[in-house]
T-cell receptor
């Protein structure tokens, strides 16, 4: 079975600074996807970034980037130039690649507060 | 992008009543739908997975007679909380995907509804 662990329940960062959220996972699969989701106070689930395990290059989406270490089973999210609108719960998630079901396994979440 | 509509967004009802929550995919065929429960500042806990035309698969510890799921069509799934009690109060979220176009529908693994806040008095 797959597990996803986020060991930082809460994080805070000053506006315009950089913050890194940690995520580790455990799986025996070789082909899979990893995601970071953002859940602001409105409770919407917003996909921030996606990483294919077979790609060595780290994914980047504007101010968001990941550090994917497959051997270490680590998948951290870096948010650069933090903005007040980045305040939210962040969830790391795992999905097997070769499955028709598409089940997501979520970590416990990290509550990020961006302070002015 | 794809849209999933979840209704109602909030419901308050008396203990003992049954509550139905609807989840609709508006611009794709949702062959698979997921129902999650979320407590404040906690993760999404998967309750069940349903595929259109077949029975839902419930996660361990979820009472199937308590949480009835009907994946009636390729665009609609419903979750009915039967004989609801205060401990059933929570935030419920649905998501949908087109498994025939796996792994992604409109570039996402699942499309989430906006959730339903259920309060049982």
């Amino acid at each position: 079975a797959q597990t996803v662990t986020q060991s930082q329940p809460e994080m805070s960062v000053q506006e315009a600074e950089t913050v890194t959220l940690s995520c580790t996972y455990d799986t025996s699969e070789n082909n899979y996807y990893l995601f970071w989701y953002k859940q602001p106070p409105s409770r919407q689930m917003i996909l921030v970034i996606r990483q294919e395990a077979y790609k060595q290059q780290n994914a980047t989406e504007n101010r968001f980037s990941v550090n994917f270490q497959k051997a270490a089973k680590s998948f951290s999210l870096k948010i650069s130039d933090s903005q007040l609108g980045d305040t939210a719960m962040y969830f790391c998630a795992f999905m097997k690649r070769l499955t028709g079901e598409g089940k997501l396994i979520f970590g416990q979440g990290t509550e990020l507060s961006v302070k002015p | 992008g794809a849209v999933v509509s979840q209704h109602p967004s909030r419901v308050i009802c008396k203990s003992g009543t049954s509550v139905k929550i609807e989840c609709r995919s508006l611009d794709f065929q949702a062959t698979t739908m997921f129902w999650y429960r979320q407590f404040p500042k906690k993760s999404l806990m998967l309750m069940a997975t349903s595929n259109e035309g077949s029975k839902a698969t419930y996660e361990q510890g979820v009472e199937k007679d308590k949480f009835l799921i009907n994946h009636a069509s390729l665009t609609l799934s419903t979750l009915t909380v039967t004989s609801a009690h205060p401990e059933d109060s929570s935030f419920y979220i649905c998501s949908a995907r087109d498994s025939f176009n796996s792994p992604f529908t409109h570039n996402q693994p699942q499309h989430f509804g906006d959730g339903t806040r259920l309060s049982i008095l």
